[in-house]
């Protein structure tokens, strides 16, 4: 079994900053990416940004220069600071590993439960 669990959403003011951490744990082999994706209210699911096992990280346009991902493979965690925060970030943070579980077979995705970001005054 594994589990990806998120923590550190909230409300902010804009112009303010969270940071969001990410742990995926269980019976992982090895983690490829991990990333952050996020549901705004009637919206699809978007990336926001991902890691690879390397330290490669990719961005959405809209929180280029804003956001910043970091990851522990020692630990499995992922984390992502957001800075200088604007409403339309608001929306629900997914957290996402593309891992191979201990019983075998290709590498799968697994999601958290997501956390709630709320940037409003």
């Known amino acids: 079994q594994v589990q990806v669990v998120e923590s550190g959403g909230g409300l902010v003011q804009p112009g303010g900053s969270l940071r969001l951490s990410c742990t995926a744990s269980?019976?992982?082999?090895?983690?490829?990416?991990m990333g952050w994706y996020r549901r705004a209210p009637g919206a699809q699911r978007e990336l926001v940004a991902r890691?690879?096992?390397?330290?490669?990280?990719n961005y959405a346009d809209s929180v280029k220069g804003r956001f910043t991902i970091s990851r522990d493979n020692a630990k499995n965690t992922v984390s992502l600071l957001m800075n200088s925060l604007k409403p339309e970030d608001t929306a629900v943070y997914y957290c996402?590993?593309?891992?191979?579980?201990?019983?075998?077979?290709?590498?799968?995705?697994?999601w958290g439960q997501g956390t709630q970001v709320t940037v409003s005054s």
């Open positions: 890691i690879t096992h390397n330290g490669r990280s």
């Open positions: 269980g019976s992982i082999q090895s983690i490829n990416a």
């Open positions: 996402n590993a593309d891992l191979y579980p201990t019983w075998g077979g290709p590498s799968s995705d697994y």
